[in-house]
């Protein structure tokens, strides 16, 4: 794979993830306990919206421990997250992918989709990732979008750049090919990707890989989060 070896000598990132919600919760805490207690950690003020009856609790507080542990890593992101809810009619910007649950810039807001409100994990469902991983990849979104906003929306977006840079310094953008090839090896979305979306959905499952997975994210992967990190 065109990203994996030329990638390493980037991939140095500490420790990362080191927040997430407490077992004791997710084992037995409601919804909105989780939100309370991100609320709590972080000063911040998330307002948890209505769910439906049917709503997976579990799978839901799985995804706010992705959220907590961007929190936790990218502080920036605290400030881009003030509604959490539950949307209809979602859309992924990437062809060939259902979406769980997406993130809006315009009124800091996640709203989870229809998935949530299956028996089954989230893994399961979209063969991609965890629920944890989901939280993580939205509020990856949530810390772009911090700084973007401090830049009056000018320019060009900060993904594009930190993915454009560790892709050019892994040499996989001599082909389209090689690129593929190389966003592969973060996953299997992130592949279906591309600069014209300003590598927004690369960038964000970067992120939620090296933040959930840590050594065990790909090199290419780590090198984003590094850089990602260096936006602060």
């Known amino acids: ?42 000063d911040t003020n998330i307002q948890l919206g209505p769910m439906p009856k049917n709503i997976n609790t579990g799978e839901v507080k799985q995804f706010l421990s992705g959220v907590d542990k961007v929190f936790h890593d990218f502080p920036a992101a605290r400030g881009e997250i003030e509604y959490i809810g539950f949307g209809t009619s979602l859309r992924s910007p990437v062809r060939g992918a259902k979406i769980a649950a997406q993130t809006s810039r315009k009124d800091k807001a996640i709203r989870l989709g229809d998935f949530y409100t299956e028996k089954d994990t989230i893994l399961n469902i979209t ?36 993915v454009f840079d560790a892709l050019s310094r892994s040499g996989a953008l001599h082909s389209i090919k090689a690129e593929k090839e190389a966003l592969r090896t973060i996953s299997w979305y992130a592949s279906k990707d591309k600069s014209a979306n300003g590598y927004r959905e690369a960038f964000a499952e970067a992120i939620s890989k090296t933040i959930t997975k840590g050594e065990n994210a790909s090199p290419l992967a780590r090198a984003i989060y590094k850089g990602a990190k260096n936006l602060q």
């Open 1 to 42: 794979m065109g990203g994996r070896g030329a990638a390493s000598g980037h991939s140095k990132v500490g420790k990362a993830g080191g927040g997430g919600l407490p077992a004791k919760l997710l084992n037995n805490g409601s919804i909105q306990d989780a939100v309370n207690a991100i609320n709590n950690k972080y």
């Open 127 to 162: 063969r991609m990732h965890s629920a944890e991983q989901q939280g993580a990849h939205e509020a990856a979104h949530a810390y772009a979008n911090s700084v973007w906003r401090k830049r009056g929306f000018e320019g060009r977006a900060p993904e594009a750049q930190v």
